[in-house]
């Protein structure tokens, strides 16, 4: 099975500056890669499919970039609304998501 | 409007059955595979089961594989997930998705497993 792996857990970041979060994949997934966002109390929201994608209605300051097994989501300037979790997630063969990356305010 | 209406979660004994189902509206639900997400307490996303658009396969996740059974009616709009031997571990809260699109989710119903 594949195994997604994220890091960092967690991230401590003020608004306006750029983050960036990463996940590695145990094998080769070409593109098969999404990012999504969740809030306490929320389903998770789809931010980017297909690694780089940005889903309709997201904001542009989300991009999303990687193939084969190394991704990355960044956040170009860090607004009150972006503070969640965030996770990747394999989809080609089942669903598999990472562990998480709580975005926290510094 | 796209919706997916999760109901059935509550409050079960280990060993206890539960069936949760899943409304669909707003699109054409027999032509989507469609899914479970559970997440527990303070925990991230597991993806648990998965259905094709006309219900002839069916996939699991090894934790549930055995004892909780997906399906799905086109004539009712819905999805069902069948939940049998439940154990402790198996408290969460249970997302239906449409598996395809990926950007469809419902609100979520919660599972207890608690003596």
């Known amino acids: 099975d594949i195994q997604m792996t994220q890091s960092p857990s967690t991230l401590s970041a003020s608004v306006g500056d750029r983050v960036t979060i990463t996940c590695r994949a145990s094998?080769?997934?070409?593109?098969?890669l999404a990012w999504y966002q969740q809030k306490p109390g929320n389903a998770p929201k789809l931010l980017i499919y297909?690694?780089?994608t940005l889903q309709s209605g997201v904001p542009s300051r989300f991009s999303g970039s990687g193939s084969g097994t190394d991704f990355t989501l960044a956040i170009s300037s860090l607004q009150p609304d972006d503070f969640a979790t965030y996770y990747c997630?394999?989809?080609?063969?089942?669903?598999?998501f990472g562990q998480g990356t709580k975005v926290e305010i510094k | 409007e796209v919706q997916l209406l999760e109901s059935g979660g509550g409050l079960v004994q280990p060993g206890g059955s539960l069936r949760l189902s899943c409304v669909a509206s707003g699109f054409t639900f027999s032509s989507y595979a469609m899914t479970w997400v559970r997440q527990a307490p303070g925990k991230g996303l597991e993806w648990v089961s998965a259905i094709s658009d006309n219900g002839d396969n069916t996939y699991y996740a090894d934790s549930v594989k055995g004892r909780f059974t997906i399906s799905r009616d086109k004539s009712k709009n819905t999805l069902y997930l069948q939940m049998n031997s439940l154990r402790a571990e198996d408290t969460a809260i249970y997302y239906c998705?449409?598996?395809?699109?990926?950007?469809?989710w419902g609100q979520g119903t919660a599972v207890t497993v608690s003596s």
């Open positions: 297909q690694a780089s």
């Open positions: 998705a449409n598996y395809d699109s990926l950007d469809v």
């Open positions: 997630q394999h989809y080609k063969r089942y669903w598999t």
């Open positions: 094998q080769t997934i070409s593109t098969w």
